[in-house]
């Protein structure tokens, strides 16, 4: 019998959008894994960063702000950079139903320019979703006010937000592990978030996940639960579920979540009692009344004997999340798990969560970083002209 093929437009129209420094490091991650059926957009105010990135639409902001030197770790100069240039990103943005913003907190661009993305994604009728991480204790009291700020300006302005806080993945990897090393992981960690979820809707399966289940769990849901897990062996679909769920990456616990969405992808061997078995892992955790959706695909990339298992929850009941404060002592972490992601993370990380929050009707106006997060001293890091026109 003939088989139908839609047509590629008879799918979801998926963007990636990076923002700034770690938005557009981690897009090229993406292009280089060649996700499958998405755009991706890069838009930063670095001319030099933007040149180099593999993007098919590259949207340079901020083009007369900083003379494409980059916000200097100035957020407001980042969301004014995107503002003046907001007929050209929602031009980019027309069209599609969904949209990833992706990006490193606690710089200048990203911190400033994703939440006015946001918010012309969401005007566009696309699902907004974040995807972002927070930075490294290391990294200093400035930089994280800074990411806290633009998370809860970002939070207000997506549908859904995934966040991976940096201090993490150094529970997951050796001392030993080199600079550069780290960096690619959390590029890698970003690149999975989106990939995980995006797989979801294009890749067909079994029993087929579309757009409309994801955006049932995803629409207007606050904080984001996304891991994955992948095992093999006589338990490996519970194997691989417990890790999804329980990533040393995530945030907060999957428990009480009101909306659930798991992918269960094997070989041709994949049984349906293995799927129960997941099921029963995963929900056992949620909340009794949850709505809870899920898809199996049978995927002759994974090795012989070994299932994949992707977990997206959203809908967390707890209004007052513990504040993003790991230390450095998560270093080389020796629980199982953790070894096991960092043998297996270039592949597929188990990506995380981030606090939850109810959402609110009503967008409120973007806050302005400048006084607020910076003090004197820190401000006069800031390049001198771009310090003029702040003054102005």
């Known amino acids: 019998m003939a088989q139908v093929k839609p047509a590629f437009e008879t799918f979801a129209r998926i963007k990636v959008v990076g923002v700034g420094g770690g938005g557009t490091n981690a897009l090229t991650r993406m292009i280089e894994a060649r996700i499958h059926g998405v755009e991706f957009i890069a838009i930063n105010t670095d001319a030099q960063a933007l040149h180099a990135s593999g993007a098919s639409v590259k949207i340079h902001i901020g083009k007369s702000l900083t003379r494409g030197l980059g916000a200097g770790m100035n957020p407001e100069i980042g969301r004014q950079a995107a503002h003046d240039t907001k007929e050209e990103i929602s031009a980019a943005l027309k069209g599609a139903d969904m949209v990833f913003i992706t990006t490193g907190l606690g710089g200048g661009t990203g911190s400033g320019a994703a939440p006015v993305i946001a918010e012309l994604a969401r005007e566009a009728g696309a699902l907004a979703v974040g995807v972002v991480t927070k930075p490294f204790s290391f990294e200093g009291l400035a930089r994280m006010k800074i990411a806290d700020a633009a998370w809860n300006n970002l939070r207000e302005r997506v549908d859904s937000l995934i966040t991976i806080p940096n201090d993490r993945i150094l529970s997951i990897i050796d001392r030993k592990t080199p600079l550069l090393e780290s960096f690619g992981i959390v590029d890698d960690v970003l690149r999975q978030g989106v990939q995980g979820i995006s797989d979801l809707i294009t890749i067909p399966g079994i029993v087929n996940l579309d757009f409309a289940d994801v955006k049932a769990v995803m629409s207007n849901s606050g904080s984001a639960l996304m891991g994955i897990g992948r095992a093999s062996g006589d338990d490996r679909a519970v194997e691989a579920a417990k890790m999804a769920i329980n990533s040393p990456l995530l945030e907060v616990s999957i428990d009480g979540a009101k909306g659930v969405l798991f992918n269960v992808s094997g070989g041709p061997d994949m049984a349906m009692a293995e799927i129960n078995e997941a099921a029963r892992i995963i929900t056992e955790h949620v909340d009794p009344e949850a709505r809870v959706i899920f898809g199996a695909v049978i995927d002759d990339k994974l090795k012989k004997g070994e299932i994949e298992i992707t977990v997206i929850a959203t809908g967390f009941n707890s209004d007052n999340p513990a504040p993003i404060r790991p230390t450095v002592s998560g270093f080389g972490a020796p629980a199982d798990m953790g070894q096991n992601l960092f043998d297996t993370i270039k592949k597929n990380p ?43």
């Open 350 to 392: 188990s990506s995380t969560i981030n606090p939850s929050y109810t959402p609110s009707t009503s967008t409120p106006p973007i806050k302005e970083f400048v006084d607020d997060s910076l003090n004197d001293s820190e401000f006069d890091t800031i390049p001198a002209f771009i310090r003029r026109k702040i003054n102005k």
